[in-house]
Nanobody, 124 residues
Framework: QVQLVESGGGLVQAGGSLRLSCAASGRTFNNYAMGWFRQAPGKEREFVAAISWSSGNTHYADSVKGRFTISSDNAKNTVYLQMNSLKPEDTAVYYC?????????????????WGQGTQVTVSS
């Protein structure tokens, strides 16, 4: 079993920055991947970014490229999402997800484990 715990959400003004963290525990993490998704009220959960734990390769949604950066600290089993130049449309609950097979794509159905989510609100 894998537990994922997100932190770092909050309220920020447009143009500001936040850094989300997701700490993973419960098993040995080798060849897996972690991603960030978000869900705004009334909308489907959408892909934001993902990273391969073994290669460090990353993948981003077009809507966040150049503004968000995903990174990992393997020693701490933690993945981060640095969010800069935030916009009101970035407002959502952000979820961390893990795929034990190493998939770091945008298909949320592939991911095996999910965190409880953290709220990010960007005011205009």
């Amino acid at each position: 079993q894998v537990q994922l715990v997100e932190s770092g959400g909050g309220l920020v003004q447009a143009g500001g920055s936040l850094r989300l963290s997701c700490a993973a525990s419960g098993r040995t993490f080798n060849n897996y991947a972690m991603g960030w998704f978000r869900q705004a009220p009334g909308k489907e959960r959408e892909f934001v970014a993902a990273i391969s734990w073994s290669s460090g390769n990353t993948h981003y949604a077009d809507s966040v490229k150049g503004r968000f950066t995903i990174s990992s600290d393997n020693a701490k089993n933690t993945v981060y999402l640095q969010m800069n130049s935030l916009k009101p449309e970035d407002t959502a609950v952000y979820y961390c997800a893990a795929d034990l097979g190493g998939y770091y794509g945008a298909n949320r159905l592939v991911y095996d484990y999910w965190g409880q989510g953290t709220q990010v609100t960007v005011s205009s």
